[in-house]
């Protein structure tokens, strides 16, 4: 049986998601003041991921990361309405945002946004929809 030799393959591999993920966290966080936020930062995110599985398989990264895509989906759903319901609470109009300064001890005054919580249910959402979308197409070539 034939088996490639990957090794350039997985040690780059472990320098470019380590550098995907510290990118997708950055494009998720600077996303409601300036380019970048849930959608971007999910697929970087993907992205990253889909390279594990590329590079190491699909048994070892279901050993890793054990995680049903496809609950991603309605939790980022979940999180994303909330964030728009949740102005209903204060009666403004859905999806109003609203921020507060908090104090944090290292970080100091670090902004909280409603905008913020909705890139989050973005960046869930997103991450499980491409993650499912494209491991449901592999296991239907290996059929």
Same mark, same amino acid.
């Given at each position: 049986m034939y088996k490639p030799n990957d090794l350039i393959l997985r040690m780059t591999t472990s320098i470019i998601v380590f550098i995907l993920l510290g990118f997708s966290i950055y494009l998720l966080l600077a996303g409601h003041n300036s380019p &970048?936020? &849930?959608?971007? &930062?999910g697929l970087m995110t993907a992205s990253a991921i889909l390279l594990l599985y590329i590079s190491y398989g699909t048994k070892?990264?279901?050993?890793?990361?054990p995680v049903n895509y496809r609950l991603l989906i309605p939790i980022g759903l979940l999180v994303a309405l909330g964030t728009g319901i949740g102005s209903f609470f204060f009666n403004v109009p859905f999806l109003s945002q609203t921020f507060t300064y908090v104090e944090m001890p290292f970080f100091g005054k670090l902004e909280l946004a409603t905008a913020m919580m909705f890139d989050i249910g973005v960046y869930i959402t997103v991450l499980g929809v491409t993650l499912t979308i494209i491991l449901s197409i592999s296991r239907d070539q290996k059929s």
């Open positions: &970048g936020g &849930g959608f971007i &930062g070892a990264v279901e050993k890793i990361l």
